[in-house]
């Protein structure tokens, strides 16, 4: 399915992507099969980036796994906790989003996005990145009743029951900030399907090898809708995607729109009427699945390797003739603003017992969208003027422990002690830098009332099977 492309990538301007499907904790198997993929390319030099689709684990010690949504027999403490100490580095620049079997407590830390271990970074719950000339989305969690999907960021620690399996679900707000976006992005990632994706591909030899996901689609409830609405509006190059542990491809195609105007006319027409200029162009999405890793079974079935080029008018020139360029990660423009403008409808719980004690402000409605376009592009101003021509757009490379290395003597599947809830310094500084207030934040006092006692579940407790 994947495009290939010939020739030294400083000459085709593509990127060398390894994406793989589920992670559940295997690094050490993911990368080796990658190095050993590359090789048989003949990629001697590896690949320039690592995307994971989700259940990712990030699980730094036995409590984290306190928190992560699956029966205490299936708990299984990983290698990532190499990574996290320092023990163990990752060999090729990762990026990942969250699927409904990570460490929570770890993830709480990074709404915006972080990095978990030196050279791995999760994309938080929704964010739009850059690498070398691709523009990449993610989107975190899962789909789950609209009763969810409305709801603030209300799990703090310590989680009840509810919370554990709250925390992945995906949240409105995340999802409108995606929906905002108003230019073209090449690469974008979900941890389950686009809901109705299946019907651009072969469905009835999807229906045949896995007859219960029919039996999904019969009941609707197979994909997941907000991930389809993102995908329609940001007509990704290339959807990739995680969760149902099979590969499955399909192309979808969008209606044809004009190609964006040259930047000088889309500023001038910006400035006209007022609103920003739409310049997504994209007509086809290339859309893949792939599986977890598991001993025995065909790489191809969790793992792809291929050249992507962008699709979009941001392209990065290589500054020299090496085949083999080192690219950064880097914080976009547009999303930052988005970011920003969007802070006042984000709410973050701060009641102990009543995790519907606050509320978050209604969005945007279709007749508030001028309004809103115009904040977002004040923010742009803002953006461009503290962070871009400061050259702050580099993601820095600033991680640090913040829960305890694991213990060894600690037991993942009998350990009962939830970690405690910590303020990581890269979510501080991210919110000093688009000049927000951290409300991911509290005080030692805050955090040690907040254990005291549980928080109301009776509006939202229902049973879960995901």
């Known amino acids: 399915m994947m495009e290939e492309i010939d020739g030294p990538l400083s000459e085709c301007g593509g990127v060398r992507i390894a994406i793989q499907g589920c992670g559940h904790g295997q690094l050490d198997n993911i ?13 001697n030099d590896g690949v320039d980036l690592v995307i994971i689709g989700g259940d990712f684990q990030a699980v730094r010690n036995a409590a984290d796994l306190t928190v992560m949504s699956c029966p205490p027999r299936y708990r299984k403490l990983g290698d990532f906790h190499d990574y996290y100490s320092g ?24 709404y915006y996005g972080g990095w978990v271990a030196p050279n791995i970074y999760y994309l938080g ?52 900030k995606l929906l905002l976006i108003q230019e073209q992005v090449d690469i974008s990632l979900s941890h389950d ?154 709410v973050v719980s701060e009641d102990a017992n009543d995790r519907e004690a606050e509320t978050p402000p209604p969005l945007p409605t279709a007749n508030d969208e001028k309004d809103l376009r115009l904040i977002i592009e004040e923010s742009r101003a803002w953006i461009e003027e503290n962070i871009t021509s400061q050259g702050k757009l580099v993601i820095p490379a600033s991680f640090v422990l913040t829960a305890p290395v694991h213990n060894p003597g600690e037991d993942p599947e009998t350990s009962s002690k939830q970690p405690e809830e910590y303020t990581n310094p890269q979510t501080t500084q991210f919110c000093e830098l688009l000049g927000l207030e951290n409300l991911w934040d509290a005080s030692l006092q805050e955090r040690k009332e907040r254990r005291g006692g549980p928080r109301n579940t009776k509006k939202l407790n229902s049973s879960f099977k995901n």
Not at 301 to 316: A, C, G
């Open 31 to 43: 990368y080796q099969h990658i190095q050993a993929a590359a090789q048989a390319k003949g990629w």
């Open 193 to 346: 399907w686009a809901k109705g994706i299946e019907t651009h591909g072969d469905e009835e030899a999807l229906w045949k090898a896995r007859p219960h996901f029919k039996q999904s689609r019969l009941n609707d409830i197979f994909g997941n809708p907000a991930a389809s609405e993102v995908l329609d509006h940001l007509r990704p190059g290339y959807w990739f995607a995680a969760h149902m542990h099979c590969r499955f491809e399909a192309v979808k195609h969008h209606q044809s729109s004009p190609p964006p105007p040259p930047p000088d006319e889309m500023e001038t027409n910006d400035e006209k009427t007022g609103q920003a200029t739409n310049r997504i162009f994209n007509t086809k999405t290339r859309f893949l699945a792939l599986s977890k890793y598991q001993p025995g079974h065909d790489v191809s079935e969790h793992l792809q390797l291929s050249y992507i080029k962008p699709v979009s008018n941001y392209i990065n020139k290589p500054e020299s003739d090496q085949q083999h360029v080192k690219y950064k990660l880097e914080y976009d423009p547009e999303w930052l603003a988005i970011t920003r403008a969007l802070h006042p409808y984000l």
């Open 87 to 110: 023990r163990k580095k990752a060999p090729y620049p990762t990026i990942y989003i969250g699927g409904n079997h990570e460490a929570a407590s770890h993830h709480r830390e990074l």
């Open 125 to 176: 719950f929704a964010n739009v990145v850059r690498f070398g000339p691709l523009r990449i989305a993610g989107m975190s969690g899962i789909w789950k009743a609209e009763e969810w999907y409305r709801q603030p960021h209300a799990e703090r620690l310590p989680f009840n029951h509810v919370d554990i399996k709250s925390f992945y679900h995906v949240r409105e707000l995340d999802v409108r």
